[in-house]
């Protein structure tokens, strides 16, 4: 039976519950609570892209430049893969840095945004299972991704 509003409990964590059976087997249990966690998830993700987008163009639109100061490639890099391989766990994400730190002058912002929209596509348009491969190389001259 479902109520119209079902009973929610403090958990005295500043948690609440609820009892499956109040709110109906068929939606908190099994694959449809698991897809729906993952569809928010998803949705949150989505959402931050969109929001940091958003500010991008706000930025561009107010005449300010991207910024050009020093930044940890190496860990923007390392980052953005630790962030793919939690929102793509069934792909495998192998990660090939060079063992010193790689600074290049940039915007820490955007360049954080153009590696972890890579790694985005990279997750979208494969299959599960698909090894994704980052690397970090550095020559005389140039830093390459």
Known sequence: MLHADPPVRETGRG?????AADVGT???RGRTVRDALTRIGSESERMGHLVDDLLTLARLDAGRPLAREPVDLTRVVLEA???ARVAGPKHTWR???PEAEVEVIGDQHALHQVVAGLLTN???HTAPGTVVTTSLAVSASQVKL
């Open 15 to 19: 948690l609440i519950s609820l009892d």
């Open 122 to 124: 990279a997750r979208t």
């Open 95 to 97: 990660l090939e840095l």
């Open 26 to 28: 068929s939606f908190v």
């Open 81 to 83: 893969v630790t962030d």
